[in-house]
């Protein structure tokens, strides 16, 4: 009874708030937009680099005929010194760092550059010579790349040492960038939903301050007073939250795993399933900042 | 039932406190007048049994207890023992008669069936059977205070707290809800009224107590009240 009491009052409550409860709605709704935005950025930037950080490698390059690097003064690399490069790659003392080291032959070189620009004119002006060779050097840790840089970048032979993790660095600050910004949105945007919550409840509480002091006087519980107003901002805000998902899932289902995963197929995108880990989250952030600013809202406007 | 322990209010330190060591006991099933010109300090008497407002000094006992030492959490259950009806009913204008009485129960968490069963019977204690689905607007002023009476004692408590209940009626619907509390306190509920219609108070030559300007300066068990020859007078 006393829940179908608390129901009652929460509906009439709705009805008669009608606007305000929709701007919490869609305040809401926006600010947790962005969080889950900045949320599934973070996820693509994992996503990407457990896939990446598996597959980059350090290419040491060795000196061709036109190499320009002062290591490569004496010419193109001769035997003895490739011998020698991948000997201390190979050592006890680079062991710790290094995990696999594979050499690349020109030939090869040349047999993926073939595949990789399949499409394009350039394949067939390009010969073996004017590639260079390299090991490829997978690391037991990606993050440990100057080891190898330092030293080798001024060993005879060796043309020059590349970090292909470098170019997933500067993707990956961007998209940190873009996250920091959705959150900055996000967090201005979910101030404006708790004032808005606050001023909502303010307002829902002296329309029917005339039912409340009756609760009061006939000894009514703090809780059964209250909850009307709490639930009041909480369901909106948790209506905004559901909004926010199903925004979020429909741009990742369509957007994401739709349009761009064909564009890109070699990307590993986050699916639509990741935004409904993120959901339970969003909405419970809404939910909570609700309920914290109507319950503070009560305490100034409502006695009890 | 209530006790009031040399009890002193003050609301701010610059004017002479409302209450002003008052002693005073109400037994169970008593009716008691509580008779003065206004700002006497009836209405702050009935603030603090219903522990609205914290005594300055003193201490105030309602059915045993000392109101000071109930948390907060309890003060709900403290006031579901005493009923109060205003000079303004106090009607929530959008509900009949009947859900006007049975929010009081509903709010308290009363099931279905108490409730149909108990508003029918309360409503007609206070005479306004047949006059379950009529909104306040349509009833008469008296009939719109049973309606507050009806519903300050549908919970059964022990205590009725009346502050000026006829401040707004004719003096014959007045003697209508004279009646109507006459009935409740036979009925063994403990009925305190704030009021200055001398009228009233000398027809049900009742226990009176008079305050003045915070004191109690006459108990009687059977008083009269000549209120409105004093206030010329002053």
Redesign the interface.
């Given at each position: 009874?006393?829940f179908a009491?608390v129901l009652g009052e929460l509906g009439s409550g709705l009805r008669r708030n009608l606007a305000m409860v929709i701007s919490i709605v869609l305040v809401t709704f926006i600010s947790l937009t962005f969080v889950g935005a900045a949320g599934l950025l973070q996820l693509q930037i994992n996503q990407m680099k457990g896939y990446w950080y598996d597959r980059v490698q350090v290419a040491v390059f060795l000196c061709v005929d036109n190499s320009t690097s002062p290591s490569c003064a004496a010419g193109p690399v001769s035997d003895e010194q490739r011998d020698d490069i991948q000997a201390i790659l190979e050592s006890d003392s680079f062991s710790e760092y290094v995990s696999t080291v594979e050499y690349e032959s020109q030939e090869e070189a040349l047999g993926h550059f073939q595949d990789q620009f399949a499409n394009s004119p350039i394949v067939d002006s390009v010969t073996a010579d004017q590639l260079p060779e390299s090991f490829r050097v997978n690391l037991v840790d990606p993050e440990k790349y100057e080891v190898i840089n330092e030293a080798f970048s001024s060993t005879p032979g060796v043309d020059v040492v590349s970090d292909q993790r470098e170019l997933l660095e500067r993707l990956f600050t961007y998209m940190n960038v873009a996250s920091a910004i959705a959150l900055t949105i996000a967090g201005v945007m979910l101030l404006c939903a708790v004032l808005l919550v606050a001023t909502t409840i303010r307002l829902s509480a002296f329309s029917r301050r005339?039912?409340t002091?009756?609760?009061?006087?006939?000894?009514?519980?703090?809780a059964?007073?209250q909850l009307p107003f709490v639930l009041e901002g909480v369901i909106a805000a948790v209506v905004g939250g559901l909004l926010a998902t199903g925004t979020l899932w429909a741009v990742a289902h369509f957007a994401l795993n739709g349009v761009l995963a064909e564009m890109y197929p070699e990307t590993a995108f986050i699916s639509s399933t990741e935004v409904l880990l993120l959901a339970p989250l969003l909405i419970l952030l809404g939910g909570v900042l609700a309920g914290v600013s109507s319950l503070l809202t009560l305490r100034r406007y409502l006695r009890? | 039932m209530i006790r009031f322990d040399t009890v002193t209010k003050v609301y701010d330190n610059n004017s002479r406190p409302a209450l002003d060591a008052v002693s005073l006991e109400v037994d169970r099933g008593e009716f008691v007048f509580l008779v003065g010109a206004s700002g006497s300090g009836k209405s702050t008497f009935i603030r603090l049994v219903l522990k609205e407002d914290r005594v300055s000094r003193g201490a105030v006992y309602v059915a045993g207890q000392n109101v000071a030492n109930i948390p907060s959490w309890r003060v709900p259950k403290l006031r579901r023992g005493i009923g109060v009806v205003f000079q303004d009913f106090r009607l929530l204008p959008n509900k009949t008669v009947f859900a006007n009485v049975a929010f009081a129960m509903q709010v308290i968490g009363k099931s279905r069936a108490v409730i149909r069963e108990t508003v029918p019977d309360v409503l007609q204690t206070v005479g306004l059977e047949g006059k379950n689905n009529r909104m306040p607007h349509e009833l008469s002023g008296g009939e719109q205070q049973r309606v507050a009476i009806a519903r300050a004692i549908v919970n059964r408590p022990g205590i009725l707290l009346a502050d000026e209940p006829t401040g707004n009626l004719d003096p014959t619907t007045s003697m209508g809800i004279m009646k109507v509390l006459d009935r409740i306190n036979s009925n063994g509920t403990t009925v305190v009224m704030a009021t200055h219609d001398d009228d009233i108070v000398n027809t049900m030559r009742k226990r009176v107590v008079e305050l003045r300007n915070g004191s109690v300066v006459r108990d009687d068990a059977q008083g009269i009240y000549i209120g409105e020859t004093e206030v010329s007078a002053q």
């Open positions: 009874m006393r009491f005339r039912e002091g009756i609760m009061r006087l006939v000894g009514a519980s703090k059964v007073i009890v | -």
